[in-house]
């Protein structure tokens, strides 16, 4: 489904990414960690096409298209969702609005019928149960004022409503406390299905207590250095990335 | 990114650009007594209304344009203003809407304002104004029966002129300043509304207008009456054909609410802004006045304005009586050159009187959006209240926004508030947008028009559905 090769990226002057290479397969978890400034969330904004990222060297191929030649909202539109390290805040749009808006056009995109305002409500109540949000959230602000907890569940309940082939999800978990936690991963869990591949970006192991990864990949300066199955991550988690610092880049996954 | 946008924007073409060939019975530009007493005789208009527009003729020529606004044009020449024009009539005035004009019919179904369709579907009245005369009334029927008189401004003045005497001038006065002086000596028609006692007007009131005849300047004059315990919702809404030439344009708005009356009175004004490098537009010089005269009377404006190459608007409030109320809420947008220069005056006369102003302002291009506003509690105004909030979005490097507060308070017991803010659209805010599928321009929209809210919220529902498409028309991009 996603074939990263030897993959560089610059934010101006300053390389971040120096070849990485992965390949995940449909109905795969892949989680990715490492140190901060490893380049992790930088891989998931060159992916979902956020400027400000050159991309220097490399290919990315996205069912076995040219996935850098898309701009952000195609790429959304061919499935690919970024769960938001910070998500944003918009004034004066309500959740349900900004969903439906987003959940619409990627619909157009795909040449499949727009919900009307009914058939939307139905499925966005059933959407909001997962991750327990309260549906008066639905009526509020895009993120205003909400907890971290409450933005993070918000980013999952959107990706439970665009049902993307590839959820990008940068550091879900931070700032999270363990009942959030738990939810967030249940609201993660639901949406497992063999159509559909995970890329978990974190910085702790706890997440992977919830979310069983099928790989964990350890970034280090802008490489992977280290790949293994999720027994990596507890690795880690004993050991520190310090562990990993002198390593060798890992060689194609 | 937004600068992308702006180079977008700036290819955008005026969507209702278009003139109609429509006879019209013009006088030569110029201005002077002749003048005046011409456009005096072709209305038929009683010796006292002449009388009265003579005075602002002279209060005006000893009057100066007013130089204290953030705007910048080059001089007007006054004597170059074409001061009265009107369709020719074809035999007697027309009796309904088959008689009129097919030519401004087709007029009005550019702008999308069937009259048929608005008098069968909306339960809308519709005062056609073109140009300078009113050219079709609908509804009268209905509200006759309530004795709600809704009419061209020249009707009023034929059919009662007691009521137009009575009220004309009182709260924007002849000489309250130049252009309202100008307008004094040589409005030519507009729309005339008065509710009786204890009426409910039980439908929106609306008024089109539009400017067509070449280098003629409206100057349009409406009065709104609304008697003890009664309410009214007045809606304004405009387009414009585009034009090289500057149009100049001076209108004036009285309202008087008496006690326990209430008047809500909504705008949309879309007038042509000029090209994208500045050329043409509307010079839009307005006194909006509105006096709360009765004890807990309430005043509403709301505007959204996104046309005219030059804004100069006020939307005011006395509040006269004791509780009484005025709000503004307004939406201001500037693209390319256009500027404007908006806001409004509250001054709390009676106790306990109590006064909102919500401001939202939105540049883009080199626009230059100003709020401008005056609240005065005076010593009388015991317990007075206001709070006023004013939020600027700019959506590029090379526009500007203003905000020149004034707080006048003469009573200890008065309870002030003033928050303000200026904001960007963030490419934080765009991206996270595009990441859900939205495109940039309709995640500008939404955004913008999320900015937007507390206002457009105070609009009646079809009102605020045409506000938001013309916000998203007025910034989108070569789309369409």
Redesign the interface.
């Known amino acids: 489904m996603l074939e990263i090769k030897n993959l560089h990226a610059s934010v101006g002057d300053k390389p971040i990414l120096k070849g990485i290479h992965l390949t995940i397969k449909t109905g795969e978890v892949h989680a990715i960690m490492g140190p901060n400034g490893s380049g992790k969330s930088t891989l998931g904004n060159v992916l979902?096409?956020?400027?400000?990222y050159t991309v220097t060297e490399g290919d990315v191929l996205y069912e076995g298209k040219n996935l850098l030649a898309l701009?952000?909202?195609a790429?959304?539109?061919a499935g690919i969702?970024?769960g938001?390290q910070?998500?944003?805040?918009?004034?004066?749009?309500t959740n349900n609005?900004?969903?439906k808006?987003?959940?619409n056009?990627?619909r157009r995109?795909r040449g499949e019928k727009e919900l009307d305002a009914i058939d939307f409500l139905k499925l966005i109540k059933e959407k909001a149960k997962v991750v327990e949000m309260d549906p008066s959230m639905l009526s509020r602000?895009v993120n205003e004022g909400f907890s971290g907890g409450e933005k993070k569940r918000n980013e999952i309940l959107?990706m439970g409503v665009?049902e993307p082939k590839l959820a990008i999800l940068d550091e879900t978990d931070s700032g999270l406390d363990i009942d959030a936690l738990q939810i967030v991963s249940k609201g993660i869990n639901a949406l497992r299905s063999p159509g559909r591949a995970f890329l978990v970006i974190t910085h702790y192991q706890r997440l992977l207590n919830y979310v069983q990864p099928d790989y964990v990949h350890v970034l280090s300066a802008g490489r992977i250095v280290k790949s293994g199955g999720k027994e990596l991550a507890h690795e880690l988690e004993q050991k520190g990335y310090g562990w990993l610092e002198n390593a060798k880049p890992a060689t194609v996954v | 990114?937004a600068n992308e946008l702006i180079q977008e924007l700036a290819q955008q073409d005026y969507k209702w650009g278009f003139t109609s060939d429509i006879h019209e019975d013009t006088i030569a530009p110029g201005l002077n007594e002749d003048v005046i007493r011409l456009i005096s005789r072709k209305k038929k208009e009683p010796e006292w209304l002449l009388e009265w527009r003579l005075k602002a003729f002279h209060e005006w020529l000893q009057m100066k344009e007013p130089t204290w606004a953030n705007i910048h044009y080059p001089p007007i020449d006054y004597q170059g203003v074409r001061y009265y024009s009107a369709p020719k009539p074809k035999g007697p005035a027309p009796k309904s809407l088959d008689e009129i004009d097919p030519e401004v019919r087709k007029t009005f179904d550019k702008l999308g304002i069937s009259l048929q369709e608005q008098e069968r579907l909306s339960g809308i009245a519709v005062d056609a104004v073109l140009d300078s005369v009113s050219v079709a009334t609908t509804f009268k029927g209905k509200l006759k029966e309530l004795g709600i008189i809704f009419c061209s401004f020249s009707e009023a003045v034929q059919e009662h002129p007691d009521l137009v005497k009575q009220y004309l001038g009182t709260v924007v006065p002849q000489k309250d300043n130049f252009f309202a002086a100008l307008n004094s000596a040589v409005f030519t028609d507009g729309s005339f509304c008065y509710i009786p006692k204890g009426v409910r007007c039980p439908m929106e009131l609306s008024t089109y207008f539009r400017i067509n005849a070449k280098d003629t300047g409206q100057f349009e004059r409406t009065l709104i009456i609304a008697e003890e315990g009664s309410y009214v919702s007045y809606l304004e809404g405009c387009t414009a054909p585009m034009r090289d030439e500057n149009q100049l344009h001076a209108a004036i708005v009285e309202l008087v609410a008496l006690d326990n009356a209430q008047i809500k009175y909504s705008t949309i004004q879309n007038w042509y802004p000029g090209d994208k490098n500045g050329k043409g537009g509307i010079y839009n010089f307005v006194t909006k006045r509105g006096l709360c005269k009765g004890v807990n009377s309430k005043i509403s404006w709301t505007q959204v304005e996104t046309g005219s190459s030059i804004t100069w608007k006020y939307p005011s409030c006395i509040l006269k009586g004791d509780n009484s109320v005025g709000e503004f809420y307004s939406v201001a947008l500037t693209n390319h050159y256009q500027q404007a220069d908006t806001g409004t005056k509250m001054i709390h006369v009676g106790k306990n009187t109590r006064s909102t102003i919500i401001s939202k302002g939105i540049s883009a291009g080199h626009g230059q959006n100003t709020y401008r506003g005056a609240v005065k509690i005076l010593a009388s105004a015991t317990g007075a209240r206001n709070y006023s909030q004013c939020d600027s979005l700019l959506m590029s490097d090379t526009c500007g926004a203003h905000t020149f507060p004034a707080i006048d308070v003469q009573d200890p017991t008065a309870q002030m508030e003033h928050e303000a803010t200026t904001s960007k659209i963030?490419?934080?805010?765009l991206?996270?947008?595009?990441?859900?599928?939205?495109?940039?321009e309709?995640a500008i929209s939404?955004?913008v028009?999320?900015?937007?809210?507390?206002v457009f919220k105070e609009l009646p529902m079809e009102f605020a559905v045409e506000a938001q498409k013309l916000l998203s028309v007025s910034l989108e991009g070569s789309v369409g």
């Not at chain 2, 947008?433 to 939205?438: A, E, F, S, V, Y």
């Open positions: 979902s096409g956020r400027e400000g701009a952000p909202e790429r959304a539109a969702f970024l938001f910070y998500p944003v805040e918009i004034p004066g749009i609005y900004f969903m808006t987003a959940l056009a990627v995109a602000s959107q665009l | 990114m963030s490419d934080d805010q991206f996270y947008c595009k990441q859900r599928g939205i495109s940039q309709d939404m955004i028009n999320g900015f937007c809210k507390q």
